[in-house]
């Protein structure tokens, strides 16, 4: 509301056309002037010329606010100004004395309140100066009246001044608050993680922050303004539902789930839409809807439901390996006996051969059944995962089944990384991974396998490893894993592969969630990568503290 340099252009503006008004004046319509009258109006246009014109280049030259002791000499100058006018155009009488009201309104702007009742008192003492000691000598009552006149309006003008900068202070602090709030909000939209799309009645986009923008695949800066529903129906048809709902029904969405289909991936989203009226009326308005990307928390839910599924099946072949194994012992001893005894036939022999073949096939399932159900960290020594991870990836590289020019890549880490744990139940873990890998690759395929340190803000959303965690990738250029199977492949005993028991990959996860890690999963069209996290051990004293 009250812009100081502003003030002080309209000061010079009145100041240099008062001076040159007088100069004037007293130049064309004065002729029968006095020199000395003549001689005062030149000096006051050319002391207000100079002035005015370092004042001005002050301004421009100095980097810091204008202080008070500038405005200070403005006042006095324009005060001597006016009190050479009066002088020069009949003192008590002249018409232009009441330009020190404006001088003194001129000042109150600019200084404090105090500051406009000082400019006022010397305006007065400089008036009483000139009237009474160079004109009358004395006063009368219409000039005590006149001076009354001129401390009245210097009072009010003081006070209507300070009562505006207080004013223009407050809304000055208002505005600043308002544009403060507002970069808040926007540096809080514009790197929130989740997306925040508002459309209008007539389905224009009126906001987009750049995480929808990335989301949804367009620009959320060129797009403002434009109807943007078809292109948010393209990729995600649910959404765009919600949002027509939310503007023709009223209806608010909370907790929803879709998906966003773009030409590179596919990924689950949780909304939530709301409804803005402004004014009252369809014109006005408007559905927000503030969605983000929910796969990672979707990952860790299929890993909760994984680790009790797998712990309920341990369970259950925990007792039935127990139970069928002893049975099983006796029945191949006795059909061992038999096929030797010196009566049985040679068919006899034969099929007891057979059954103790075949027994022996379902002993060593039953083992692997025990082995799964029996997998637990039963030490916590510090182990060097990089050296465990280089010894069982070298022996899944001499397996039978990398006989097809499959190369087994390993990469080190940069420095020796630690974790608390079982060696040889991780060396386990790993080598099923990787041989996983080789037998999922083609011909002349290659397997990588890489271990790396991430800090605590590099972990995936939602997985709370409280010093960082180790990530091991196994990584395969082989086809892929069908969507159709692959919330499918850490079941117990289901498998793909000729004579596979189907517990490979169930035996990894129990030995990884074993160490308070996960096992993560991706795929698609070409590839799969399997990624372990193991927690990075806490520093001595952690725990205590």
Not at 24 to 31: M, S
Not at 35 to 40: C, D, F, G, P, Y
Not at 331 to 358: H, K, M, Y
Request: glycine share 8%; aromatic share 6%; net charge neutral.
């Amino acid at each position: 509301m009250l812009d100081q340099r502003r003030v002080l252009r309209w000061i010079y503006i009145g100041r240099l056309s008062l001076a040159s008004a007088i100069f004037v004046a007293a130049v064309l319509a004065w002729q029968a002037a006095e020199a000395r009258v003549t001689l005062i109006a030149s000096l006051a246009v050319v002391a207000a010329i100079t002035v005015t014109a370092i004042s001005r280049w002050y301004e421009s030259q100095t980097r810091r606010p204008t202080g008070r002791a500038f405005f200070y000499l403005q006042a006095v100058f324009d005060v001597a100004l006016v009190t050479a006018v009066v002088h020069v155009t009949g003192g008590q009488l002249s018409q232009f004395a009441a330009l020190y009201i404006l001088v003194t309104a001129g000042a109150s702007l600019l200084l404090p309140a105090g500051g406009g009742l000082l400019i006022a008192a010397l305006g007065i003492s400089c008036y009483i100066a000139d009237v009474i000691i160079s004109r009358t000598g004395a006063m009368d009552v219409g000039m005590m009246l006149q001076l009354a006149v001129f401390a009245g309006a210097a009072l009010g003008v003081a006070y209507l001044s300070a009562r505006l900068k207080e004013a223009g202070t407050d809304r000055e602090e208002l505005e600043a608050q308002l544009a403060l709030a507002r970069l808040q909000a926007e540096d809080i939209l514009r790197n929130i993680r989740s997306g925040i799309v508002t459309i209008g009645a007539q389905r224009r986009l009126l906001f987009a922050n750049p995480a929808a923008g990335a989301l949804l695949g367009f620009d959320h800066e060129t797009a403002a303004g434009r109807p943007v529903s078809d292109a948010i129906a393209t990729v995600c048809p649910a959404l765009a539902e919600a949002l027509d709902h939310a503007l023709a029904d009223g209806e608010r969405v909370t907790r929803g789930e879709a998906v966003i289909t773009q030409a590179s991936r596919s990924f689950p989203i949780g909304f939530t839409t709301t409804i803005l009226d402004a004014d009252g009326d369809d014109a006005s308005l408007s559905a927000t809807a503030i969605f983000q990307d929910i796969t990672d928390n979707k990952r860790l839910e299929e890993l909760r439901l994984r680790a009790e599924r797998l712990e309920g099946v341990a369970e259950l072949s925990a007792s039935l390996a127990h139970e069928i194994k002893n049975p099983l012992a006796s029945i191949r001893s006795a059909v061992e006996q038999l096929a030797r005894a010196p009566r049985a036939t040679d068919d006899e022999r034969t099929l007891g051969t057979l059954i103790v073949r075949e027994s022996d096939r379902l002993a060593r399932l039953l083992t692997e059944f025990l082995d799964f159900a029996r997998v637990r960290k039963t030490r916590g020594d510090m182990v060097d995962i990089g050296e465990v991870a280089r010894t069982a990836t070298g022996l899944a590289a001499s397996h039978p089944d990398c006989t097809r020019g499959i190369a087994v890549v390993y990469q080190p880490p940069r420095e020796p990384v630690y974790v608390e744990g079982d060696e040889d139940l991780l060396h386990r873990a790993i080598f099923n991974i990787t041989l996983n890998a080789i037998q999922a690759s083609p011909d002349n395929g290659r397997v990588g396998v890489e271990i790396r340190s991430l800090s605590r803000d590099k972990v995936p959303p939602g997985v709370t490893f409280r010093d960082g965690a180790v990530a091991l990738r196994v990584t395969d250029v082989g086809p892929g894993i069908p969507a159709a199977i692959k919330d499918r492949v850490f079941d117990p005993f289901f498998t793909t592969k000729p004579g596979g028991t189907g517990l490979g990959l169930p035996i990894v996860h129990r030995a990884i969630e074993a160490h308070r890690g996960c096992v993560l999963l991706d795929t698609g069209k070409r590839g799969t990568r399997f990624t372990v996290l193991l927690p990075l051990p806490q520093p001595a004293g952690a725990e205590a503290a």
